[in-house]
């Protein structure tokens, strides 16, 4: 877990570190560096935890700090006082799209009774309409129409937006199940009525596992976020998941945490080089760097990890492989991972001949012939002939799942 990151992104820390203090490796390091700063923020992430607030990074707060929780930050700070408020008392709300569990009947009984809680104790007073409400309401995954991307199943559930902005979202790979009233979706609900559920989480299902063995209950994933090869094995990534796979489909299954430790919560990007025995793991504008333990049979983080990006790079990463050149998206950028500097940034369509028109996320080669793997679907692009060859596959019938 990057300690800095979750006081930065919860709002409890407004300084970040420098850049040129990333390649101290231990935590104990950066609290050294930062006593003062980083103590006091967590300090004030425990006193809103409900735990002894001695500054330390002890397990009862690691504990904390990696329970699923909601996505927005606990601590902002106001400009204005009412700055963010109704000018109105009778707000409207909307369901665009719905999980697919539970039924659509329980979900919006649920948000009634999360709406109810909060008219009961405040002067507003909310009722739902079909579209154009006040705020919207919708199960969404991973990157959607906002600057929040979701982290795939565990971590963030939900998060909202502050008045007079109406946005509530909900991470729709949880295993949502309708249990008790007015939990998770009256303290999003909260976030857009105040400054301005009747959703829990299966927790029993078994997502902090360690690796598993059961071959028979497999989950088969949705969507692509990066692809690797290291000695010979197939690697998919997936949410906080990692797939292995061959040509007959997933051989097992991983929690990121567990087979890249240290590592981000999800990835935007992988790649691995022969040449350098490196993976590259990228996330945001931050890339991992890990080397394969062959005895222990596990990814190690190397000590001068996690670096920045060059602020040369104009965009976030969105999916990384070698390649003459390399691509993501619109446009795509060469990375020399050794002297970490972009040595080149284009358009995709003038040095890419007939590239899908999605974003590419890794890619798998197979002679002349290359698999480009976009969100759920892979082309088979022919190398000499610079086009794509036949019809689309879907992921999941290339994972038999």
């Given at each position: 877990?990057d300690?800095?990151?979750?006081?930065?992104?919860?709002?409890?820390?407004?300084?970040?570190?420098?850049?040129?203090?990333?390649?101290?490796?231990?935590?104990?390091?950066?609290?050294?560096?930062?006593?003062?700063?980083?103590?006091?923020?967590?300090?004030?992430?425990?006193k809103?935890a409900?735990?002894?607030?001695?500054?330390?990074?002890?397990a009862?707060?690691r504990?904390?700090?990696?329970?699923?929780?909601?996505g927005?930050?606990?601590?902002?700070?106001?400009?204005?006082?009412?700055?963010?408020?109704?000018?109105?008392?009778?707000?409207?709300?909307?369901?665009e799209?719905?999980?697919k569990?539970?039924?659509?009947r329980?979900?919006?009984?649920?948000i009634?009774?999360?709406?109810?809680?909060?008219?009961?104790?405040?002067?507003?007073?909310?009722?739902?309409?079909?579209?154009?409400?006040?705020?919207t309401?919708?199960f969404?995954?991973?990157?959607?129409?906002?600057?929040?991307?979701?982290?795939?199943?565990?971590?963030?559930l939900?998060?909202?937006?502050?008045?007079?902005?109406?946005?509530?979202?909900?991470?729709s790979?949880e295993?949502?199940v309708y249990?008790?009233p007015?939990?998770?979706?009256?303290?999003d609900?909260?976030?857009?009525?105040?400054?301005?559920?009747?959703?829990?989480?299966?927790s029993?299902?078994?997502?902090n596992?360690s690796?598993?063995?059961?071959?028979?209950?497999?989950s088969?994933?949705?969507?692509?976020?990066?692809?690797?090869?290291?000695?010979?094995?197939?690697?998919?990534?997936?949410?906080?998941k990692?797939?292995?796979?061959?040509?007959?489909?997933?051989?097992e299954?991983?929690?990121?945490?567990?087979?890249?430790?240290?590592?981000?919560?999800?990835?935007q990007?992988?790649?691995?080089?022969?040449?350098?025995?490196?993976?590259?793991?990228?996330?945001g504008?931050?890339?991992?760097?890990?080397?394969?333990?062959?005895?222990?049979?596990?990814?190690?983080?190397?000590?001068?990890?996690?670096?920045k990006?060059?602020?040369?790079?104009?965009?976030?990463?969105?999916?990384?492989f070698?390649?003459h050149?390399?691509s993501?998206?619109?446009?795509?950028?060469?990375?020399?991972?050794?002297?970490n500097?972009?040595?080149?940034?284009?358009?995709?369509?003038?040095?890419?001949?007939?590239?899908?028109?999605?974003?590419?996320?890794?890619?798998?080669i197979?002679?002349?012939?290359?698999?480009?793997?976009?969100?759920?679907?892979?082309?088979?692009?022919?190398?000499?002939?610079k086009?794509?060859?036949?019809?689309?596959?879907?992921?999941?019938?290339?994972l038999?799942?």
């Open positions: 877990m300690l800095q990151q979750y006081l930065s992104d919860y709002g409890y820390l407004k300084e970040t570190i420098s850049p040129s203090l990333m390649s101290v490796s231990s935590t104990d390091a950066i609290l050294r560096h930062y006593s003062v700063t980083i103590r006091d923020a967590l300090k004030k992430f425990q809103f409900g735990l002894k607030p001695t500054g330390k990074l002890d009862e707060t504990k904390k700090m990696q329970q699923k929780r909601c927005r930050p606990d601590v902002i700070a106001l400009r204005k006082l009412g700055e963010y408020k109704w000018k109105k008392n009778d707000l409207t709300y909307s369901i799209s719905l999980p569990e539970p039924s659509e329980e979900v919006r009984e649920a009634k009774k999360a709406s109810d809680t909060w008219s009961a104790v405040t002067t507003l007073k909310l009722n739902e309409i079909s579209d154009e409400a006040d705020i309401i919708a969404a995954r991973r990157i959607h129409n906002d600057p929040w991307p979701f982290d795939g199943q565990g971590g963030i939900a998060h909202a937006t502050l008045p007079p902005s109406g946005i509530l979202h909900f991470d790979d295993r949502w249990m008790n007015k939990v998770s979706s009256s303290a609900i909260g976030a857009n009525l105040e400054h301005g559920s009747d959703f829990e989480t299966d029993s299902n078994g997502d596992d690796n598993r063995d059961r071959k028979t209950d497999i088969c994933p949705d969507e692509v976020d990066g692809i690797i090869t290291v000695d010979g094995s197939n690697y998919l990534f997936s949410g906080n990692v797939y292995e796979f061959d040509h007959a489909g997933i051989k299954e991983y929690l990121l945490k567990n087979l890249f430790p240290n590592g981000p919560p999800f990835i990007g992988a790649l691995s080089n022969p040449r350098t025995d490196k993976t590259l793991l990228f996330h504008k931050m890339v991992f760097a890990y080397y394969l333990d062959r005895y222990k049979k596990k990814f190690m983080l190397e000590s001068n990890y996690p670096q990006l060059p602020a040369a790079l104009n965009f976030k990463p969105m999916g990384a070698l390649w050149e390399g993501q998206g619109n446009h795509f950028a060469t990375y020399d991972e050794n002297w500097h972009i040595t080149l940034q284009n358009e995709v369509v003038n040095y890419f001949d007939n590239f899908p028109a999605k974003p590419i996320r890794g890619v798998l197979q002679q002349m012939n290359v698999l480009l793997f976009g969100d759920n679907k892979i082309y088979k692009y022919d190398v000499k002939d086009k794509v060859i036949g019809k689309a596959i879907q992921l999941k019938a290339f038999h799942c």
